[in-house]
């Protein structure tokens, strides 16, 4: 039944990394007004997040590269894997929403984990649920410790909102876990929201791959294909 559920789990991740940027903003966009409510602040909300989403159609964007005689090389972008959303105690809603949207448009499993603001998290939660995002994709991890869900195996990336402080304590922390290196995405400004406003800030969330193709065997020369026989 464990593995069964961790199989049915990593399909569903990658189903959702899959899914394209613009589509997974349709589910993101159906959310965005009730998130916005949390935060004290709808309307300057509704803004920032309005601000992310109108970036998905430059995340499905691909780049063909020059590449060898035969063959086409096309660069994209892709999530990076697990991410953690975490807000520290000086965190403010409106920074780790921007954070959780900024994780999920870019197409990785998500653990949100803001202790201080433990019924903001649920409610978030059950809002992209109910926008059709899967808990396999989204899980609140409230009641584990911060230091604890550092160490979590093959963890791609932490987005920690909160003061200077609170970062450099998470940084530090994630400097002696072993394994992949772990990413940290960081707001610290709670009021200007500046990180997130920065133009290559999504960017930070996703991995370049290149996709190749054989364009020889599909139309080409075929006789380029006996040159190694």
């Not at 991410?83 to 105690?89: A, F, H, K, R, S």
Request: glycine fraction near 8%.
């Amino acid at each position: 039944m464990a593995t069964e559920f961790k199989k049915n789990h990593g399909q569903v991740c990658e189903t959702w990394r899959l899914l394209g940027a613009v589509n997974r903003a349709t589910y993101l966009q159906e959310a965005a007004p009730r998130l916005a409510l949390l935060t004290g602040d709808a309307n300057k909300a509704k803004r920032l997040f309005n601000h992310l989403l109108s970036a998905a159609p430059m995340l499905d964007e691909e780049h063909r590269m020059t590449g060898a005689t035969g063959e086409s090389n096309d660069l994209y972008v892709t999530g990076r894997g697990k991410t953690m959303v975490v807000g520290g105690e000086s965190a403010r809603a409106m920074a780790v929403l921007g954070q959780l949207l900024a994780a999920l448009l870019t197409g990785n499993e998500v653990i949100l984990h803001c202790p201080s603001q433990d019924e903001m998290c649920i409610e978030a939660a059950k809002i992209l649920y109910e926008s059709g995002i899967s808990d396999d994709v989204l899980s609140v991890a409230n009641d584990s410790q911060t230091v604890t869900l550092l160490y979590i195996d093959r963890l791609a990336q932490v987005a920690v909102s909160g003061n200077r402080q609170e970062v450099q304590a998470v940084s530090q922390e994630l400097a002696k876990t072993d394994g992949m290196l772990t990413q940290v995405i960081s707001v610290t400004d709670m009021d200007g929201l500046s990180e997130i406003l920065t133009p290559d800030y999504l960017y930070r969330f996703v991995t370049e791959r290149v996709k190749t193709i054989n364009t020889t065997a599909i139309g080409g020369n075929a006789s380029l294909l006996e040159l190694g026989t």
